[in-house]
């Protein structure tokens, strides 16, 4: 299976590094970053490249796209050359997935029309107005299109779409090799169980 | 806060990414991937590389080290350019940290002889031979020694580790922020948890 993950300027690392460890660790996938041009591409943090080792036409058709988000996204929406090749690279893939902002850009790629499909917490609000049918779900599958919700959600995105994909022993193997047995020290994972207040801290880390 | 990351050949990717992450997204923290080198460093899946901007000899004092686990730390015990420059940066970190095998080149470094500390769940007896008490348990805390388990484990020991450094608050608001609210799809992240034969299946993945 080939897997496609577009990176642009201030994109989340643990948006495409998160599903991109799941689906790599799986046996004869093979999951590749692209980019308008093949090259280093810099985080939203300014201080993780990735290499893009593909362009966008080097791969018009793979079989899985993962779009991650990225303080970079609003900014994404306007680039053509990305929006284009979500949604040429669409009509043949066999999913095509998201991960927190990255569901902006399949909806500026025009697939979310009328499409249940979720995102960042921060940000439903804003997936609505581009046409989606927003919910506040940690992955939403509508037929092909897949979308998680804010960054960590990728990997159980990924996790539940390899066990679509092959069955559920190659995903629990995974799960396993990565030891994916989450202990947050804390819950304050989502908007309804953080404490008073923290939504408008996190928010501040986000702008 | 200055948080250094070693990158070698055949790291894991999600062992980096994972803290890296959390802690690059808390105010005032920079985090710097380093290497013997600066230049682009290819995981254990051949499909990823980071850039290191740094390299050991430009970071001699960072505040906290993360040391990565990969398919290649067995390789990476008798590089004595990474090993030298753990064990001198561990004499003025405040935090000395690894997720998954990393905690095997924290002792190929010499620091846990007698310390109690974790690795990945298939590694924990050769932890042992090299002189550490292994336990098996997420996240271990030994004075400014602190090891996680597997791959993911490096999450969820990064917000314990900026809790402690800052306060819960500041923690909980990272979490928020990358909405780490986990929801993995089978309950197969530990093998005791795991359905039979996952172990075995798991273990094929890690060679």
């Known amino acids: 299976m080939q897997v496609a993950i577009p990176l642009y300027p201030r994109y989340t690392a643990l948006d495409a590094v998160g599903p991109y460890t799941v689906l790599a660790f799986a046996p004869g996938w ?14 939203d943090q ?38 284009g ?12 997935t998201s991960v927190c902002s990255g569901s902006l850009l399949l909806g500026a790629a025009g697939l979310l029309k009328g499409v249940q499909a979720t995102t960042h917490w921060a940000l439903l609000d804003l997936l609505k107005e581009g046409g989606a049918v927003a919910v506040s779900q940690r992955v939403v599958k509508e037929g092909k299109i897949w979308t998680a919700a804010g960054v960590s959600a990728g990997i159980d995105m990924a996790l539940t779409l390899l066990a679509q994909a092959t069955d559920e022993e190659t995903a629990q193997s995974v799960q396993l090799a990565i030891e994916y047995d989450p202990q947050p020290p804390f819950t304050a994972g989502s908007p309804d169980k953080a404490p008073e207040g923290t939504a408008e801290r996190a928010l501040r880390l986000l702008i």
């Open 46 to 83: 300014g201080t993780l490249t990735l290499t893009a080792t593909a362009s966008y036409a080097d791969m018009p058709r793979p079989d899985v796209i993962v779009v991650p988000g990225g303080l970079g996204t609003l900014d994404a929406l306007s680039d053509t050359a990305l929006t």
């Open 30 to 43: 093979t999951v590749t970053f692209v980019a308008e041009e093949a090259g280093p591409v810099t985080d």
């Open 85 to 96: 090749w979500i949604r040429q690279a669409h009509e043949h893939t066999t999913w095509t």
